[in-house]
């Protein structure tokens, strides 16, 4: 099981991104400063505690085990960013996301061990969750609000299996559009393949699918 998630900032998109993560089975924790926000999420995470998340000891004290991801959502107290950025990397989180308004807000950010930076005038709180709820997917297009083109490997139980046995379409709801298959013993790169209901998977596979996020984010394996 995936480690715990630790969500700093309690405004519209922190929100919104708990709850996300929450509803795909991520374990989440939820830090604000105003003890309201807190209590206003505390029945829809698994954790939620009031603090500063510049205090070192206190954040140090509250940063569940094996935390694998932070999003630092903050809202506009660039400061509390990046001291809170500064802090988690010392902490150790392996993955520190950062709210950042401008591309300079950004280029700091990177500086000081940020390891990705958002917009959220521009991305969604859905879109990130998605992405650290489902960290195997290799790449995610969101082409339509809610709906996205994935690129994921073949989870191992699958190998061997057909299209038709597996029934994803049935049961998720989502399309297998394309498979990307290495050319064995070849520097040519992968080729691309329509695929076919009865063609076994092999285990290098890369599935191209389709859907809606939420249907994509129940497919076990992926």
Known sequence: MPGPVLVVGLGTFGRRFAA??????????????????????????????????????????????????????????FEAIVLT?????????????????????????????????????????????????????????????????????????WVGKNLIELRLREKFLVHVVAIRRPRPESDLPPRIEMPRPDQPLQAKDVLILMGKDDDLGKIPGL
């Open 20 to 77: 996300r993560l929450t509803e795909r089975g991520v374990d989440v924790m939820a830090i604000d400063r105003r003890r309201d926000l807190v209590e206003e999420v505390r029945e829809d995470v698994a954790h939620a505690v009031a603090l500063d998340s510049t205090d070192e000891e206190a954040l140090a004290a509250n940063i569940p085990e094996g935390t694998r991801a932070a999003m630092v959502a903050i809202g506009d107290d």
């Open 85 to 157: 950025t500064v802090l988690l990397k010392q902490l150790k989180v392996p993955l520190v996301i950062a709210r950042a308004p401008t591309t300079l807000a950004a280029r700091i950010l990177r500086r000081v061990g940020a390891d990705e930076t958002l917009n959220p005038e521009e991305e969604s709180a859905d879109r990130w969750a998605n992405r650290i709820a489902a960290p195997k997917f290799l790449n995610q297009i969101e082409f339509h609000e809610g709906y996205s083109l994935v690129e994921a490997p073949v989870p191992e139980d």
